[in-house]
């Protein structure tokens, strides 16, 4: 017999002390802590299997890194249990377990080069892993501010402008600086500063999605005004192009001027996608992939370096001893782990170069096979989904639109590295999120989830009854104001 | 805009969907074809991790992989004979090397299937292995090596700093006794798992002038001097000459349709008559009557006689590369008569060299050369035996026993140090000149040769570069022949 489906009516009587009082809204925040510590389970045995596989012993490293990764998600947790309260559930523990299993790997790849250094006979270099667990703590810091100070995700609809502007500039940066402050191994996207370096991309990513959300939701009428209807499509009309044009040469600057492909078409499609969201029409999907067309046939007349990639990607053991070679170690080592992997800590992923950063995808496939390998599509592939669920959730038009942006953007990375490091696309040098290592990565994207999460938060949260106001103006009582 | 976001989430799933498809392609379908790269520098990483198999030559163990407490699990190990520490270094040509960083070389390249275990003949026990849970383990080579003589020829070498080579064969067989080459390396120092110190090895290896990781004995050809008179006797021999046929005697000659004179050793005349006989001209190596001789039989006959007897074809025997040997391009009767006194473009590699006295030893038929006596699985089973292989007759049992003859009377007119009492021997000298300046540069010091001369068990070449210690003084007979003798003297003994 329950009580809550019985409404009180006429039928009864009330009972005998009343009736209970209507049942909370779940904020789902246990199922979540659950969760997350599932995700430090799970990263304390790996790195239990690493330290026993590599070391043949365990390690202070290990206590080290498994308290700080489960002190920074539970602070994280409370984070989001006070500022976030009706949050998904999911989306925090997936990001929990996706940074523990790259901090475990590039604690396993720190190890690789221990070994090695001591086998040239070189100083053991530093271990990576700890230059990891600080940025982790960075990140996570830059989440709770996001958390704490962004009252109401829609403020940032406001300085759109500013914002907007701002990446830009960020985007630009590395293009203007000379190449000793700007390059490293050929790619000019970095801010180099001694004892300091970020890559400005990463944050000028989101901003640019903010930017874009807040644009397409005041100039959306504008868009879906008819066009022309060509083969049953409709055309949107020549001079609402602008906002499509302009993300198209500011991708193609990219391309052109800090030879960065990956962010390059991270930007071109995150925008391409949210104009359709917007306008819900397919005809800038058709026109989008278009420029996308003509900008990459240029692109690929005009720079060798377009035209290595490709040789690349459609041939890599061909330039086995050149160019080929990170991604032919990729494809030897994903085929060496083959479907269940060597096991953790048993692979030899160090032979990929950049494993750590660009090619941990790679590691995963090695030493966890492509049962592993999937299981972390599948994190990634739920990550998002949320995130677009996150966006038919929420109410306004700009937090669709931002959620759905800062989703898809996530999805889109994920496409192009590990399409890339297994030879599905040509390579390009994007991290893997949240599991690379890097500074500058993880804070970005940390500070996106933080977003996000704002986002799924106002989606959720049950509408609270208004408060009285002040009486409407019409029943208020006539008043008289005494002349002075 | 719900109706678009719906579409964005599939194709997100479609994304991930062919990320999937795209990794089972890799990691499962085309897996076997990467894993089997050779330049997939896991397989051989992992090759440290197993313990591969030995090399060993007459009951000793030539190279081996011994347990150790790193990660690699097992060490290639190249051991010293008690008797002779600096086996290591005179095994090295037939060894090769095993290194991480380098790659491999002699039998443990060629031989490298059966040594790592993943030779097909090896599949069953590979198979049990597998089930057992045992380490999968690699396969044995027995080389055709003698120890014996191989540290003796390595000894004499070594003993005054020659640089220089040897090689010996049994004739009925073809089995390689020896084969040295110096200077050489140790391969213990390229095999090691220490990085630094292989690297060092390495590049000081690279940066010797003298090139020690060079197998002189199958990679490099000299220009085989004298010791090429006994192709072109045996195809004069073929062609109707007789020891007792008479050449000129003369101190010098003209080349045919040149100005160019060519000159005796030291400029003598051949014996003490107007004319020399074959036999006389051969014992004492004259050059004069054998570019009479030479021009007299013709470049299709000496060049039919050279490639009987496998100068210029393929060496199938042994199982790494051998550098071709050539009697080059005659065009016309000067440069026959050159080619005849083994000058001009004639090269020969010193294993060549041997079976051409093999040959000779063996009455004229030509045996393949072995290196590889058999192969054993990793409990000591046979897997292959190397039976020897006939390659025809070379020269007829009449003009090989000819020339035995005509080598016993230049052993006999050789002289240099080592003779062995009651062994006779039959052989053949040679001083090579070589380079730019000839008359001023040390020539190469050869000897061939086979024992006992009635009944060979040991057939060898010497060669000693560069006049060894004897400068522009040097001869076959000075410098080569004692290292021939004392390495057949070994041989000897022990067979």
Redesign the interface.
């Known amino acids: 017999m329950s009580v809550a489906s019985a409404s009180p009516g006429a039928q009864f009587p009330s009972p005998p002390g009343g009736f209970a009082p209507a049942p909370v809204q779940s904020t789902r925040r246990g199922t979540e802590l659950i969760l997350i510590g599932f995700a430090i389970l799970i990263t304390t045995i790996s790195l239990v299997l690493v330290e026993a596989s590599q070391e043949q012993s365990i390690t202070w490293d290990l206590a080290k890194y498994a308290a700080t990764y489960s002190a920074l998600f539970l602070i994280a947790h409370l984070a989001v249990r006070r500022f976030a309260p009706y949050a998904d559930p999911l989306i925090l523990p997936i990001v929990a377990l996706l940074n523990g299993l790259g901090l475990v790997l590039i604690h396993r790849l720190d190890l690789a080069d221990a070994?090695?250094a001591a086998?040239?006979?070189l100083p053991v270099p530093s271990p990576d892993a700890n230059q990891q667990v600080l940025w982790t703590t960075l990140a996570i810091a830059g989440f709770v501010a996001v958390l704490v100070l962004l009252k109401d995700y829609r403020l940032l609809a406001r300085y759109s402008y500013t914002l907007g502007l701002a990446g830009l500039v960020f985007l630009a940066i590395p293009a203007i600086l000379p190449s000793s402050f700007s390059e490293v191994n050929g790619a000019k996207i970095w801010i180099r500063l001694p004892g300091f370096s970020i890559q400005p991309g990463e944050f000028a990513k989101i901003l640019l999605i903010i930017f874009f959300a807040s644009v397409l939701v005041a100039k959306r009428d504008l868009f879906t005004t008819a066009g022309k209807h060509v083969f049953g499509i409709d055309l949107p009309r020549a001079r609402d192009l602008g906002p499509i044009l302009v993300a198209w040469m500011v991708s193609v600057g990219v391309l052109v001027l800090e030879k960065d492909l990956g962010t390059s078409l991270l930007l071109f499609s995150t925008v391409l996608?949210m104009l359709?969201?917007?306008t819900?029409r397919v005809g800038w999907l058709l026109i989008g992939v278009g420029l996308l067309g003509i900008g990459f046939f240029f692109a690929y007349q005009l720079f060798g370096h377009v035209r290595v990639r490709v040789s690349t990607w459609l041939d890599p053991?061909g330039d086995?001893n050149n160019t080929g070679y990170q991604i032919?170690q990729s494809?030897?080592?994903?085929?060496?782990?083959?479907?269940a992997g060597t096991g953790l800590g048993s692979?030899?992923p160090a032979?990929v170069p950049f494993a750590k950063t660009d090619f941990i995808v790679a590691t995963i496939?090695e030493e966890l096979?492509?049962i592993g390998?999937?299981a972390v599509?599948?994190l990634?592939?739920i990550l998002?989904?949320r995130g677009?669920r996150t966006?038919?959730a929420v109410r306004d038009?700009f937090g669709?639109?931002l959620a759905?942006g800062l989703s898809?953007t996530i999805?889109v990375q994920?496409?192009v590295v590990?399409?890339g490091v297994?030879?599905?696309i040509p390579l390009t040098g994007l991290t893997t999120p949240f599991m690379s290592y890097g500074g500058s990565s993880l804070l970005a994207n940390y500070l996106l989830l933080a977003i996000l999460i704002k986002i799924s938060d106002a989606a959720r949260e049950p509408a609270v009854p208004k408060k009285k106001g002040p009486a409407p103006i019409a029943d208020a009582p006539t008043e008289m104001v005494p002349r002075s | 805009?719900?109706?678009?976001?719906?579409r964005?989430?599939i194709a997100?799933?479609v994304?991930?969907v062919?990320?999937?498809a795209?990794?089972?392609y890799?990691?499962?379908i085309?897996?076997?074809?990467?894993?089997a790269?050779p330049?997939?520098?896991?397989v051989l990483?992992d090759e440290y991790s197993r313990q591969r198999g030995q090399i060993s030559a007459a009951g000793q163990v030539l190279a081996a992989s011994v347990p150790t407490d790193d990660?690699y699990k097992y060490l290639r190990t190249y051991p010293p004979n008690p008797a002779a520490p600096s086996s290591p270094l005179a095994n090295a040509p037939v060894t090769g090397f095993y290194s991480m960083q380098y790659g491999s070389t002699g039998l443990e390249r060629s031989e490298d299937p059966v040594l790592n275990g993943s030779d097909n003949r090896l599949f069953g026990r590979r198979f049990f292995d597998l089930v057992s849970g045992r380490d999968p383990r690699g396969g044995n080579v027995v080389t055709t090596i003698n120890p014996v003589m191989q540290q003796v020829a390595y000894d004499q070498l070594t003993a005054k700093g020659y640089t220089g080579s040897v090689v010996a064969i049994e004739p009925s067989t073809g089995r390689i006794l020896t084969m040295v080459s110096t200077p050489s390396y140790d391969p213990n120092s390229l095999a090691s798992?220490?990085?630094?110190e292989t690297?060092q090895a390495w590049e000081a290896l690279n940066a010797d002038p003298e090139k020690p990781l060079i197998n002189r004995a199958v990679s490099q050809t000299y220009p085989p001097g004298s010791t090429f008179k006994v192709v072109v006797t045996a195809a004069a021999l073929a062609a109707g000459t007789t020891p007792d046929t008479q050449l000129t005697a003369a101190p010098q000659i003209t080349l045919p349709g040149t100005s160019t004179t060519l000159e005796n050793y030291n400029g003598s005349t051949c014996g003490g008559a107007p004319t020399a006989s074959l036999r006389e001209a051969f014992a004492r190596s004259c050059n004069t009557a054998f570019v009479e001789l030479g021009v007299k039989t013709g470049a299709d006959a000496v060049g039919d006689q050279a490639s009987a007897l496998g100068i210029g074809g393929q060496m199938p025997g042994v199982p790494f590369p051998v550098a071709d040997s050539t009697i080059g391009s005659i065009p016309d009767d000067a440069a026959l008569g050159q080619s005849s006194i083994g000058q001009r473009d004639v090269a020969l590699t010193p294993l060549q060299n041997a079976m051409i006295a093999a040959t000779v030893a063996n009455g004229g038929v030509r045996m393949q050369p072995q290196l590889v006596s058999e192969l054993q699985s990793p409990d000591l089973s046979n897997l292959a035996t190397t039976n020897p292989v006939s390659e025809g007759q070379a020269m007829s049992s009449q003009v090989a026993a000819t020339l035995t003859d005509l080598m016993i009377g230049s052993e006999n007119n050789t002289s240099g140090e080592g003779k062995i009492p009651g062994v006779q021997i039959a052989s053949k000298t040679g001083t090579a000149e070589h380079g730019t300046d000839p008359r001023n540069t040390p020539p190469h010091a050869w000897y061939i040769g086979f024992a006992p001369a009635q009944n060979p068990t040991v057939a060898i070449a010497v060669i000693v570069e560069d006049g060894g210690d004897r400068a522009l003084a040097a001869t076959g007979g000075s410098v080569a022949a004692p290292i021939g003798r004392a390495v057949i003297a070994a041989g000897l003994q022990g067979g």
Do not use: C, W
């Open positions: 070994q090695s086998y040239f006979g996608v359709y969201i917007a819900e053991l086995y032919s494809l030897f080592g994903l085929a060496t782990g083959g479907v692979g030899r032979q496939g096979g492509l390998l999937a599509l599948m990634f592939l998002v989904i677009l966006a038919l038009s669709k639109l759905a898809f999805a994920v496409f590990v399409g297994t030879k599905l | 805009m719900n109706t678009p976001l719906r964005v989430a997100v799933m994304m991930v062919a990320l999937l795209n990794a089972t890799v990691q499962v085309k897996a076997d074809n990467l894993r790269d330049r997939n520098s896991r990483l990660r798992h220490d990085g630094t690297t």
